[in-house]
């Protein structure tokens, strides 16, 4: 295996190029299912999950070809339709072949995908959603069987607005007969480019971005052909580098838009962002304030920031409150943090942070995603040496991340174990 090793303490300086979104691209890739011939996605970043759902995709019959970012899937040959149970453990996102395998083959058999790190993460809303457009579910030794006839449209109100959930119904609607009424769906970014994606394959899909979104069904789809638009989580992350080194870099493909709560609590901390060229300019102060937040479905402030966040708060003056609303098991990072000096407290889904001068660098351990990502944040700011183990989980969702780092000055690099 491998690890991580950094020594701290060198304020970021320079620019870097945010890759494409890998919680974009995982459903658009599964979205070319919905048509027959060769569709071409651009800007897909070369990650761990990237790979695993091309390697689904293969299983299913369909062909693709992976270029310099850019991969070229054929699907007029897919005569399977089974997602296996050693696939959807390693990456839960291959729930999403359901939503188009029953609405192109109408059937579909996909393992259930198990808990993960960060909590139990049931799919029964995506469930509850095809059942609604007409899908008959079995659950069968772990599998989902989903089978139906044809899809009718139907009005679907989500008990929370899933993200996952969002995208299988957005797809499945697509080819239903009728009208299909999503409300309480979830609005993040990602959500209106698969819209837009399946807009330009001929769905004709209203409001996404919004809570309500209707999808006319139609008969067929075409091809897909489409740009995997910035990746705001890793853009995110970078910011936090450089408050968290209290530098000055540009990064490149952040859009001001798709961040507004994560900056306007950074703005909280003292840290300067101004919007520069084709990104956002983060100006990292000299001290840093304590700010509390809670983590929230979009616009809200993203789960998925909310380790690194963490990260930054530990050398903040004075007490901060971190509430995680979204997943019940998200602070693994908090006792890796802690042995580097952190003083953290953990009260049910909030933690109490108070920050502390200098963390110091000690060898932890990678848990879950963005676990890694907030270790990885602490070991820039911290003294001496930290090594991160279990980095396969940081190269999930981060192409190249301690290349990027040190291209901006940091001390950074990977070594076997
Ligand atoms: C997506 O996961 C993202 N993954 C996650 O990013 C992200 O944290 C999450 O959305 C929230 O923004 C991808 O896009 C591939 P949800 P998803 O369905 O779709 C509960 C990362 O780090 N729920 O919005 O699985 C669920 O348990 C990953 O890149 C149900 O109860 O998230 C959770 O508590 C981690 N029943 C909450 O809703 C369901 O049927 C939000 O889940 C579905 C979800």
Not at 6 to 29: D, F, M, T, W, Y
Not at 314 to 334: D, L
């Amino acid at each position: 295996m491998e690890k991580i090793v950094i020594n701290g303490g060198i304020p970021l300086r320079g620019e870097v190029q945010v890759s494409g979104a890998k919680n974009s691209a995982l459903p658009l890739l599964f979205a070319t299912l919905l048509a027959d011939g060769v569709s071409e996605i651009s800007n897909v970043p070369d990650l761990r999950d990237i790979n695993t759902a091309n390697k689904l995709l293969r299983e299913l019959g369909a062909e693709v070809a992976t270029e310099s970012h850019c991969c070229r899937i054929n699907t007029e040959k897919i005569q399977n339709i089974e997602a296996p149970y050693d696939l959807v453990k390693t990456m839960r996102a291959s729930v999403l072949v359901l939503g188009p395998l029953l609405a192109r083959f109408g059937q579909a058999r996909v393992s259930l995908p198990g808990g993960c790190a960060i909590g139990a993460r049931p799919i029964n809303l995506h469930l509850k959603g095809l059942e609604a457009l007409g899908a008959t579910i079995q659950l069968d030794h772990g599998y989902v069987e989903a089978t139906a006839d044809k899809l009718r449209g139907a009005r679907i109100l989500f008990d929370i607005p899933t993200v996952g959930g969002t995208e299988n119904l957005l797809m499945a609607a697509s080819l239903a007969e009728g009208e299909t009424v999503l409300e309480n769906a979830a609005r993040e970014p990602e959500i209106v480019q698969l819209a837009d994606a399946l807009n330009s394959m001929g769905a004709i899909i209203e409001g996404a971005g919004t809570a309500i979104i209707h999808i006319k069904g139609v008969s067929s789809l075409k091809p897909l052909k489409c740009q995997v638009i910035p990746d705001r989580i890793e853009a995110g992350t970078f910011m936090i580098a450089a408050a968290i080194t209290g530098g000055n870099i540009l990064v490149r493909g952040a859009e001001r838009k798709d961040q507004e709560a994560l900056i306007s609590k950074l703005t909280e901390t003292g840290v300067k962002i101004q919007p520069e060229a084709d990104g956002l300019r983060v100006i990292g102060p000299k001290k840093l304030s304590s700010v509390d937040i809670r983590t929230s479905v979009f616009p809200g402030f993203p789960t998925d920031m909310q380790a690194q966040f963490m990260a930054l708060m530990t050398k903040a003056e004075g007490t901060s409150r971190i509430s995680e609303t979204v997943f019940e098991n998200r602070f693994m990072h908090v006792c890796e943090l802690q042995r580097m000096g952190a003083d953290i407290q953990i009260d049910g889904h909030s933690a109490i942070i108070r920050g502390i001068k200098k963390m110091l660098g000690a060898p932890v351990m990678a848990t879950d995603l963005r676990a890694s990502a907030s270790l990885i944040l602490a070991g820039l700011a911290a003294e001496n040496t930290t090594e991160v183990s279990r980095i396969y989980h940081l190269d999930r969702g981060y192409e190249k991340i301690e290349i990027k780092l040190a291209a901006l000055g940091a001390r950074i690099w990977r070594e076997q174990e």
